[in-house]
Each structure stands twice: as structure tokens, then as C-alpha cells.
């Protein structure tokens, strides 16, 4: 198969999955078959894709003319491959982790839930993919629409308020400011192509550049940059498998993806470091890593609690940009690897034992780690990687922003990821120590509602628990394994990405 | 032979249809003859686009009258492609209004329904082709006549019907006054009523206090016509009240020939040339924009009835209209002109849906939509893939259509109207989006008897959202054409 082909396929795979899906949605295990099978072949393409794409540089495949000059094409680039490797890959992983807790949960609407999962896959694709900025811009809207259903899932007046806040946040600002910063582009610059180097050097003055940056960062919507961050503790009111592999891997990590992708080709680094337009920027997602590293700490629900210390993660990728140095550029693209590595762990670990107990606030999970002793190591593997500690991939993506602000002589930047750590520490190990550790066998656990044997007497519950399906605990034993992975192998990655970076 | 008679072929068609159809005893009967007629005109349309965008202007000399003395139809891209427009909604109308009229008006006046309807085809797409000023008002007056009986046939579902028609006649009728005073004003200084010929003959009375007042009379005739802020107020219980299938066609077209008369006059009659006209642009078109898409989306957004509340929403996209218009500068226009033929699409569809559901439910309002998502999920579908793209989403002709129009204020230098263009379309996500919240996310009450609406009306439905969609995606052919149409009005070389 041609290049052009195997890249359109990335796209095409998972619309005609949807497709596919809807047509036998009444037949749940065929239905399942499709997702599953859609979701290797698709990551088999982009590994093709990736040894391709090493052997040489893979033209680009134009799909549509949109209006006069303003084209629908895909490219391969060194971010957006390894954007796509992540996302296909764990999308695989994510599908058994959803057969597992959609059926345990007895959830409803599942034939919609598939299809809306296949088309963010494929707008997914579609971002990592994009050959121009229009292109991008295009796939994260039918991003943000096809997720709306998945967040008001449940139906609910609680999803509803959710899904208000997680669509207006996101469209408002996509539409509001994202779409007037690229046609500003378009119209200074007459070209919307990502072009190393970027493309803004002359085109726009040093006094209007930090007002384009600040349109295009606060834009992007999905990165989460406080202020615009509600919508994704807001989305966590979707099931579980959703704010795994959306709102930890390839929503959010479109976001700060687009945030890499506007700095590098469309600013260009010479040009911000240059202008010092990015310095706001810098110190904006320094104060918004531990802003929402603080508010973590004092959330008792664990997702909620997660998605803050998402929003806190995302901030070391619009740091990482911000510094304006390549080992910056570096440093913040390996932490969207690794972040998507390790969080979608800790929230399948989440979703696992809410399967397994129908617990959702920390303070009910005393001893919980002795009764599901895979899940918790799963989850300490996990936390682990986030807070940046070897041998866990996390420890290189920080290794490489210390260096990036080291080379920017931020001296300050390297005190707030050092602090961050701590934080990190303080909100995520909590939660393993008190699973193994607090809690006795005899005393009840507090208003425990769960899944077996509601009648079992009140000193024996926490015996009755088990690990949640095998689908549910399996899949986060993988990614545990691919965050220790990721640390041996962090070479390649980092091979991957140099050529983003070099002059 | 055909080929040359097809300019005053697309009129005399339907106009004889018309009467014609008066005779039809059965609604039936009449309704196979109006689409058999609305088809012609389409398809003669289509040739007329394909003719000019080859060939340039056609003129067609009417009893071969030679042309400041006999009545003009001049055709060039621009008149071309509205044509197309109204002929093409024209066409996709007839299937969806069949069980619409049969649901909602009275049997014995369901044939002259197909009359009225005739009739108005006929007088939108006469103010369209002619090149002659008065020949405009005359066929603007027969369009307007015509819609005022439309509107009065809603009479059967609301009585209300009655007191919109009438408002709707009284605020038309002044508008098509001061329109011909207008009209009245520039003979008597020039002599001639023929628009090339006005034209030229304009030219060097840029201070004539005499042609200053046509000028006045005539932005403000056309300006109730086409329902420019303030003046739209007989526009939302004319569109609540009539019925359904009258809503979409007026909605699709009406205002969209108006905007087109309001071009012509200030741009290829009066021309760039005229000081006052950039006045008025920047001192009152671009204020009364801003406000129609203001203050009518937020009015918009708190409607009880999903009819008036698209009603209110189609004043401010002329507001959009009115903004592209008053940069006159070529991307500004053509914004303007995409806009007509993108707004077309959306609305078109959009009210086509509310037909669907009054059908069903008696009346589309807050509560007959609850739980429709799930009962007319078809139906429902289309609303919401209509309503993405009058938010202005990627890969709809809404989006297309902001595109132009904020790429027009950048490059006119006056960013904060960019900024205020994507604000306004932030309201309409608001309002779109409360309708597919409570069709979605509510229950429908128990007893609730709601079906699928017919296939008769799902096909137009979705031939529209088709189109919205391929025109989003695709957007050559359209922006051509309309950038061909703006450097016309403009006067600037291809």
C-alpha cells in the first residue's frame, strides 16, 4: 500500500468502525469484535506508519480543498507520530478495559458510546496527522462534538450541567479565540502549512506576537491552561474508560499537542525565544502546575482528584513549549508520552475499583490494596511515573524540562517542577498507603455499597471484595508495565523527536 | 432557440403556472404542477449560472425593445447564483410542504396554496433577474402580495396567523413605498429606469440633494424588506405563525432577494464612487449589524417557540449579511453573497425540522420537543448537524461562511469586529444547544405519541443537510462563484 493510502486508513479505520458498529449494535459481543479488531488494525497501520516514517520523510496526502488555499491534508511529523503511536496503541487497551466496565456496570446507550469512542479516535488521529493548522483545527472540533455524548452519558441533570460546561468551555474558546488567532495567521501569513521554524518570523510584530500566542493558548481549550481548565473535572462525570483514555491520553493530549505543534511550526522557537513573546506563557503554566497540583490535594474524590492532577500535567507540556529552548520542546513532548502512559493507569485502577466496590471517594478505601492487590500496584507504578521517579518513563520527560529550564536560565522554573514533584507525592501516594496499610479487616468500611453480597455482615465486607473482571485489572497491568517500559526505552523516543528540534 | 428565451423563460414559467394551478380543484393536482414548475425553473437556473460563469453577462432584451426604453434581464454571476438559490429551495420545498399543507391548512385552500406559492417564486426570482428599477419594485410587490396570503393560510393551526400577515402587510407595504419614491426620485433626475443606464447616468451627482434622498428612500424600502435592525419586528411572528412550509421557503429566500436588491442598488446603481454610501456603511450598516446579531440572538435565546426563536436568529445571520456588506471590499462581499446561499442551506433545514415536529407534535416549543431524540431520532439528527453548522463548525457551510467574513474585518484592519463576529456565533451556540439538551437529555412524557416524521419530509430534510455538509467540505465551487459575483458589484477587473 501506498504511503497516502496507509495514512488516510489511519483516518478511514475508525469511521468505518463507527459505521460498522452502529450497523450490528444490537449484537454486543460481534459489536465488541469490531472495536477490537478496528483498534489493532488501526495500530498496526500506525506502527507500519512509524517504520516508514524512520526510513524517510512521508509526502504529505491532501484529502479536499476546503476553500481557494485552504486545504484538508495529512503529513507525518516526528510529534504528531508518536502522538498517534500513544493514542492507537492505548486505545487497544482501553477497548478491553471498556468491554470489561460497560458490562460490569451494566451501563446504557452502549452501541452510541462505541461509535462516539471510534470517531474520537479518529479525530484523534486526524490532530496527530494534521499537515496544517486548518486541518488540525477541523479534527478538534468533531473532537470536542463527538465527546459531548460521551460526557452526558449518563444522562443525568448532574451530566447535563457537565456537559454544558465541558461543550460551552471548549467550543467557546475554539470558536471565540482559536478560530480569529489562525485566521489572523492566515490572513499576515497567507499560508496556515506547519513549516519548521514557524512561520511568523516577519509576518507579525514583537508587540502583537504575545496577543496571538495568548488567542491561540487560550483557544486551546483542551489543554486545560488554568483559567480554562473547569471543563475537565467537569467531564469526569463521564464512565470511567472514557476519562481514560479522553480526558487523561487523546482529548487532553490533543491539547497540549496543538500547544506544541503552534509553538514549534507556527511561531517557531528562534522567533518566541527571540520576541520573549512566550514569557507570559511560561510563568502562566508554572503558576497553573501547582495551582492545580494544590486544589488535588484537597479533593477526596479520586477522579476528581486525578483530573486536577491532569490539568496540573498538562501544564508541564505548555511549560515545556513555553521555555522556548529544545530541550524544553523535548522534555514537554516526551511528558505527553509518558503522562498519557501513567494516567491512563491511575484512572483504569480508579474505574477498576469502583467496578469492583462502587467506591468513589479516597477516604472509603482504607485497605482496599489488600483485598485487590494487582489493582494498587498497578496504581502505585502509576503515580509513580507521574511524579517522575525511576525506573518509571515519567523521571526522563521531567529530566529533560529541569534541562530545558536550566537552558533557559530559569532557575525559579526548576524550583516549581522540584516542588510540583513534591505535591505530586503528597497527593497520589496517600492513596496507595492508605490501600495496603490503613484500615483493619474488622472495622466496616464506611457506607461501602458494593457490587456482591450487599447482605454479607457488616465486619466481613471488606473480605467479600475482590479484584474487579479480568478485563477490568488487565489492561492496567499492561500500562503499568509500558510506564517501566517507556523508562528503558526512552531512547528511541527521544531519537523520534530530535528532528523536531534540529536546526 | 430555448437557449436564448431561457432568461424570460425562468419568469414566464411559473408566472403562468400560477394561475393555472388556481384551477386545480385538488390540492393533489396542484401540487405535481408546482413541482413540476419549480423543477423547470431550476433546472433553466442552472443553465443560466453555467452560461454566465462561461460565457459573462447575458442581456435579454424583452420584445427585443432596445435597452434604456424596453425592460433589460440582465444576468450576471451574481443574480445568476441567487436565482439558483431560489429555485433550487424552491424546488426542495414542494416535497416536505405536501403533508405539511395537508396537516395544516384547510382543504378547500390547499390548491391555492400552490397558487400563492407560484406566485411568490415568480415575484422573487423577477426582482432577481431584471435590470430594470421599476420592473424590481413590480415584481417585489407581487412577491410581497403573495407571501401576505401565505402567511394569513397559517391562520388554521393559530389565529394569530391573521395579525402577523396584517402586520407583516402594513410594514411591507411601506417598504415597497419608499422604496418607489425612491425609484421615483432617480428617473425623475436621470430619466431612465434602466440600472446599467442609471448607472452611468448617476455618475457626477454624487452631491444632487434630490438623488442624496432616493438614496435614503431607497436603503430604507429595502432595508424593511429585508428585515435590517430595527426593522425586522413584522419578521418573527410572520415566521412563528405562517405555516411550515411557507416559513422555510420564506426563510431560505425572501430575505436572501432582498439582500440581493439592497446590493444592487448600492453597489451597481450608485456605485463606490458615492460618499454617502460609504457613510453609511461604516456609520449605519456596520452599527445596525452588530446589534441585529446581538440583540436578536439574545432574544433568541429565551423563546418559548423554537419557530420564533430561529425566526429571531435568522435576523441576526442578516445582521452577518449586513456586516460582510458594509466593509465593501471584495471579501467582505463576498462573505455577504456565500452567506445568502450558506443561510439558505441551514435555515432551510433547520425550519424544515420544525415542520417536522409540528407535524407530529401540533407545535414545536420547549416542551412538545422533550425526549424527541430518541422518538424522531432521524429528525432530531438533522436538527442538530443544522445547528452545528449555524454555529459555525468545521466542515459545514456555516463555518465557510464566518471564515469570509472574519478574514473581511482582519484584513479591512477592524479586528474588534472579528471579535465581535465569533462572540455572536457563541450566542447561537447557547441557543442551539438548549434545544438539543431538552430533546436529548429529557424524558418525553409518558403518553407522549411522537413518531418519526414521513419520508416525504426526512428526504428534503436531509438533501439540505447533505448540502450543508458538502458545501462545507467543498467550498470551490461556491466561493467562486460568489468571489466572481463581489468583484462584479464592485466593479473590479476578474
Known amino acids: 500500500m501506498t504511503d497516502a493510502g496507509l495514512l488516510l486508513l489511519t483516518i478511514l479505520l475508525p469511521l468505518f468502525a463507527a459505521l460498522l458498529i452502529a450497523l450490528v449494535g444490537r449484537r454486543p459481543n460481534l459489536r465488541e469484535s469490531v472495536t477490537l479488531a478496528t483498534a489493532v488494525l488501526l495500530f498496526a497501520v500506525v506502527v507500519a506508519l512509524s517504520l516508514r516514517f524512520r526510513a524517510g520523510p512521508i509526502p504529505a496526502a491532501t484529502l479536499q480543498e476546503v476553500m481557494p488555499g ?93 456537559g454544558r460546561t465541558y461543550l460551552g468551555l471548549l467550543l467557546g474558546t475554539s470558536i471565540g479565540l482559536m478560530m480569529i488567532a489562525i485566521i489572523w495567521t492566515w490572513v499576515a501569513t497567507g499560508t496556515l ?62 491539547g497540549v499537542f496543538t500547544v506544541m505543534k503552534v509553538i514549534v511550526y507556527i511561531f517557531g522557537v528562534d522567533f518566541l525565544a527571540k520576541t520573549g513573546a512566550a514569557t507570559w506563557l511560561m510563568w502562566l503554566a508554572a503558576f497553573s502546575l501547582l495551582a492545580a497540583s494544590l486544589v488535588a490535594l484537597g479533593k477526596d474524590n479520586l477522579k476528581a482528584r486525578l483530573a486536577y492532577s ?82 518509571m518513563g515519567g523521571s526522563w520527560s521531567k529530566w529533560y524540562l529541569i534541562m530545558g529550564a536550566a537552558d533557559a536560565g530559569q532557575l525559579i522554573v526548576i524550583g516549581v517542577l522540584m516542588l510540583s514533584s513534591l505535591l505530586n507525592v503528597a497527593y497520589l501516594l496517600p492513596i496507595v498507603g492508605r490501600g495496603f496499610f490503613a484500615g483493619s479487616d474488622a472495622a466496616p468500611a464506611h457506607g461501602a455499597v458494593h457490587a456482591v453480597g450487599a447482605d454479607v455482615a457488616a ?4 473480605r467479600a471484595i475482590k479484584e474487579a473482571p479480568l478485563f477490568c485489572v488487565l489492561p492496567p497491568c499492561l500500562t503499568a508495565a509500558g510506564c517501566i517500559a517507556l523508562f528503558f526505552h526512552a531512547d528511541s523516543l527521544f531519537r523520534l523527536l530530535e528532528p523536531m528540534v534540529r536546526p | 432557440m430555448i437557449a436564448y428565451h431561457l432568461p424570460i423563460l425562468q419568469i414566464v414559467v411559473p408566472l403562468i403556472a400560477a394561475p393555472l394551478s388556481a384551477f386545480c380543484r385538488r390540492a393533489g393536482l396542484a401540487w405535481y404542477l408546482a413541482v413540476a414548475i419549480c423543477a423547470v425553473s431550476f433546472a433553466i437556473s442552472i443553465a443560466l449560472l453555467g452560461r454566465v460563469m462561461a460565457e459573462g453577462p447575458i442581456s435579454y432584451l424583452l420584445g427585443s425593445w432596445a435597452a434604456p426604453w424596453g425592460i433589460e434581464y440582465r444576468i450576471d454571476a451574481f443574480n445568476a447564483f441567487v436565482l439558483m438559490i431560489i429555485s433550487g429551495i424552491g424546488v426542495v420545498v414542494l416535497p416536505f410542504a405536501r403533508a405539511s399543507v395537508a396537516a395544516e391548512i384547510e382543504p378547500h385552500n390547499q390548491a391555492l396554496f400552490y397558487t400563492a406559492y407560484l406566485l411568490c417564486f415568480t415575484g422573487l426570482l423577477g426582482m432577481v433577474i431584471t ?71 448617476l455618475q457626477g451627482l454624487e452631491q444632487n440633494r434630490t438623488v442624496l434622498v432616493a438614496f435614503a428612500f431607497i436603503v430604507t424600502g429595502i432595508g424593511l424588506k429585508l428585515a435590517l435592525f430595527p426593522m425586522h419586528l413584522w419578521l ?83 445582521g452577518y449579511m449586513v456586516l ?106 447557547i441557543y442551539v444547544w438548549r434545544v438539543v439538551e431538552i430533546a436529548y437529555l429529557s424524558e418525553a412524557p409518558e403518553d407522549s405519541t411522537a413518531r418519526e416524521a414521513p419520508l416525504s419530509m426526512l428526504i428534503p430534510i436531509w438533501t439540505l443537510i447533505t448540502a450543508n455538509i458538502y458545501f462545507g467540505i467543498d467550498a470551490g465551487l461556491t466561493s467562486r462563484v460568489a468571489g466572481a459575483a463581489a468583484r462584479i458589484l464592485l466593479g473590479v477587473a476578474q
Open chain 2, 324 to 429: 460582510g456588506m458594509s466593509f465593501a471590499s471584495v471579501s467582505g462581499l463576498t462573505a455577504t453573497i456565500i452567506h445568502l446561499f450558506n443561510h439558505a442551506l441551514m435555515k432551510g433545514a433547520l425550519f424544515m425540522v420544525l415542520g417536522a415536529i409540528v407535524l407530529r407534535q401540533g407545535a414545536a416549543t420547549v416542551t412538545t420537543i422533550r425526549g424527541l431524540g430518541r422518538k424522531m431520532p432521524w429528525t432530531m439528527a438533522a436538527f442538530v448537524a443544522g445547528g452545528l453548522s449555524l454555529i459555525g463548525v468545521p466542515l459545514t457551510v456555516g463555518f465557510v461562511s464566518k471564515w469570509y467574513l472574519i478574514v473581511a474585518a482582519l484584513e479591512s484592519g477592524r479586528w474588534p469586529l472579528a471579535v465581535l463576529v465569533v462572540l455572536s456565533s457563541l450566542l447561537a451556540v
Open chain 1, 459 to 462: 465486619g466481613s465486607r471488606l
Open chain 1, 70 to 162: 485552504l486545504v484538508i491534508a495529512l503529513k507525518i511529523e516526528p510529534l504528531g507520530m508518536m502522538f498517534a503511536l500513544i493514542a492507537s496503541g492505548l486505545w487497544i487497551v482501553n477497548s478491553i478495559y471498556s468491554i470489561g466496565y460497560m458490562r460490569a456496570n451494566k451501563e446504557k446507550n452502549q452501541t452510541r458510546f462505541y461509535i462516539c469512542f471510534a470517531i474520537a479516535i479518529m479525530s484523534a488521529l486526524g490532530v496527530a496527522f494534521a499537515a496544517n493548522m486548518f486541518t488540525l483545527f477541523v479534527f478538534y472540533e468533531i473532537l470536542s462534538v463527538s465527546t459531548y455524548p460521551l460526557v452526558t452519558h449518563k444522562e443525568t441533570p448532574e451530566a447535563r450541567a457537565s
Open chain 1, 193 to 254: 502549512d506547519f513549516t519548521r521554524g514557524g512561520i511568523l518570523d516577519g509576518r507579525v510584530s514583537a508587540t502583537l506576537a504575545p496577543l496571538l500566542l495568548a488567542l491561540y493558548m487560550f483557544g486551546i481549550g483542551k489543554a486545560a491552561l488554568m483559567p480554562v481548565h473547569r471543563w475537565l473535572p467537569a467531564a469526569m462525570v463521564a464512565p470511567t474508560p472514557v476519562s481514560a483514555l479522553l480526558h487523561a491520553v487523546a482529548v487532553v493530549k490533543a
Open chain 2, 131 to 201: 435590470g430594470d428599477a421599476f420592473n424590481a419594485f413590480v415584481f417585489l410587490e407581487i412577491s410581497s402580495l403573495s407571501t401576505y396570503v401565505l402567511v394569513a393560510l397559517g391562520a388554521n393551526r393559530n389565529r394569530r396567523a391573521l395579525t402577523a400577515a396584517y402586520s407583516y402587510l402594513v410594514m411591507g407595504t411601506i417598504g415597497a413605498t419608499f422604496f418607489v419614491i425612491g425609484i421615483g426620485l432617480i428617473y425623475m433626475m436621470t430619466g431612465t429606469l434602466n440600472m446599467a443606464d442609471l448607472a452611468a447616468r
Open chain 1, 310 to 391: 491532569t490539568v496540573s500535567q498538562l501544564s508541564y507540556v505548555t511549560l515545556g513549549a513555553a521555555l522556548a529552548t529544545s530541550m524544553g520542546i523535548i522534555g514537554g513532548s516526551m511528558q505527553i508520552a509518558m503522562h498519557a502512559m501513567g494516567k491512563i493507569t491511575l484512572f483504569f485502577c480508579a474505574g477498576a475499583i469502583y467496578t469492583a466496590t462502587h467506591k468513589t471517594e479516597i477516604s472509603q478505601m482504607d485497605g482496599l490494596g489488600r483485598a485487590m492487590p494487582f489493582t494498587y500496584g498497578a496504581f502505585l507504578i502509576g503515580a509513580l511515573s507521574i511524579i517522575g521517579l525511576p525506573p
Open chain 2, 236 to 318: 418573527p411572528n410572520a415566521y412563528a405563525f405562517a405555516p411550515s412550509a411557507v416559513t422555510v421557503f420564506l426563510a431560505a429566500t425572501a430575505t436572501k432577494a432582498a439582500v440581493y436588491l439592497m446590493l444592487r442598488f448600492l453597489f451597481t446603481i450608485f456605485g463606490t464612487d458615492y460618499h454617502i454610501l460609504g457613510l453609511t456603511m461604516t456609520w449605519l450598516f456596520t452599527p445596525l449589524a452588530l446589534a441585529a446579531m446581538f440583540a436578536a440572538s439574545t432574544v433568541a435565546i429565551f423563546q418559548v417557540d423554537i419557530k420564533r426563536m430561529l425566526a429571531y436568529s435568522s435576523v441576526a445571520q442578516i
